[in-house]
């Protein structure tokens, strides 16, 4: 299996723009996790989805962030507009029915910075 | 809530040195426990886990056992190597579908 992947691997863009990021899980896997990472915070979850539906966004800090699943095999996190305090590592995870020993896998990341 | 307390890092060993890192939980039921590695410039990867108590995981040489007893789910390994330097970080999941982490813990091993 081609694991969970992440687009863009790095994004530099100037505070105010749009930010998409996206992707892809594990074919077969049924939930999808949206994490936030930064030295200060540490590791953040900031929405999950199951079976395509959100069951938990109440990690996204503001309404300045979206995030999406259209099918099972595509999400976006998307921010805007995006501010330097958004400046992070951004990792996508899936994993299949996670119940008692169900693991989640997580992609590479997607590094965004805001100047 | 149910939450996962860490030893705090970063811990610097020489290379051989026995390893240790920390892991305590706080939770209803009976959660699954994960010990997940982040190498330099990458995502997380699993490591280990166990699914219940007295369960020992291991892999790559690292272990550690659900004590439900201490609530604990410390990592050990005899003989670190240099290649072992990374952030380590315990998660558990209580069926509630998402992981909850600790903070992280920083390794660094010395040739």
């Known amino acids: 299996d081609a694991g969970v992947i992440q687009s863009p691997r790095h994004e530099v863009t100037e505070m105010g723009q749009e930010v998409t990021l996206r992707c892809k899980p594990i074919?077969?896997?049924?939930?999808l996790f949206w994490y936030r990472q930064t030295m200060m915070r540490g590791l953040e979850l900031l929405i999950y989805?199951?079976?395509?539906?959100?069951?938990?966004d109440s990690g996204m800090p503001e309404d300045r962030f979206s995030a999406k699943m259209p099918n099972a095999s595509f999400s976006t996190l998307k921010i805007q507009p995006s501010e330097p305090r958004d400046s992070a590592v951004y990792f996508c995870?899936?994993?299949?029915?996670?119940?008692?020993?169900?693991?989640?896998?997580f992609g590479e990341g997607s590094w965004l910075t805001v100047v | 809530g149910d939450s996962v307390t860490q030893m705090e890092g970063p811990v610097t060993l020489s290379e051989e040195a026995f390893l240790t890192i920390n892991c305590t939980y706080t939770?209803?039921?009976?959660?699954?426990l994960f010990w997940y590695v982040q190498y330099p410039g990458e995502g997380l990867q699993l490591l280990l886990k166990?699914?219940?108590?007295?369960d020992k995981g291991s892999n790559k040489g690292f272990e550690a056992t659900y004590r439900k007893e201490t609530t604990s789910f410390h990592l050990e390994k005899g003989s670190v190597q240099v290649s072992d330097s990374a952030v380590y970080f315990c998660?558990?999941?209580?069926?509630?579908?998402?992981?909850?982490f600790g903070q992280g813990t920083e390794l660094s091993v010395k040739p």
């Open positions: 998660a558990l999941n209580n069926q509630g579908g998402k992981l909850i």
């Open positions: 989805f199951n079976n395509n539906v959100p069951i938990d």
């Open positions: 939770a209803t039921g009976y959660p699954s």
């Open positions: 995870a899936s994993g299949l029915n996670t119940g008692s020993g169900n693991t989640i896998y």
């Open positions: 074919s077969g896997h049924d939930y």
């Open positions: 166990a699914t219940k108590a007295d």
